[in-house]
């Protein structure tokens, strides 16, 4: 069992930067795959980048490409993403989740889910 709590949002004006953190629990950590994903009010939750645990690949999605960076520490159990060049539009609570990344299903691979943490980017 992993249990995941996120921190780091809060407002940001347009432009700038924030680094959301997950901190997971359990000693398995290390063999998951690792996600950030996020919904907006009135929107699906939408997938935003992932983690392979072995090897360390990297998935984004289109709209946060180049922008946005994943990361791990598996000695913290801790999984980042570094957002860049916010835009209004990554307004959202952003969930981390631990589990099997699909490429085509990104949502519904992930079995543990933190509660969110807001992020509201000012224009």
């Known amino acids: 069992q992993v249990q995941l709590v996120e921190s780091g949002g809060g407002l940001v004006q347009a432009g700038g930067s924030l680094r959301l953190s997950c901190a997971a629990s359990?000693?398995?950590?290390?063999?998951?795959?690792m996600g950030w994903f996020r919904q907006a009010p009135g929107k699906e939750r939408e997938f935003v980048a992932a983690?392979?645990?072995?090897?360390?690949?990297?998935y984004y999605a289109d709209s946060v490409k180049g922008r946005f960076t994943i990361s791990r520490d598996n000695a913290k159990n801790t999984v980042y993403l570094q957002m860049d060049s916010l835009k209004p539009e990554d307004t959202a609570v952003y969930y981390c989740?631990?589990?099997?990344?699909?490429?085509?299903?990104?949502?519904?691979?992930?079995?543990?889910w933190g509660k969110g943490t807001l992020v509201t980017v000012s224009s």
């Open positions: 989740a631990a589990g099997k990344f699909y490429r085509d299903d990104p949502v519904h691979g992930m079995d543990h």
């Open positions: 359990g000693r398995t950590f290390s063999s998951y795959d």
């Open positions: 983690i392979i645990w072995l090897g360390g690949i990297r």
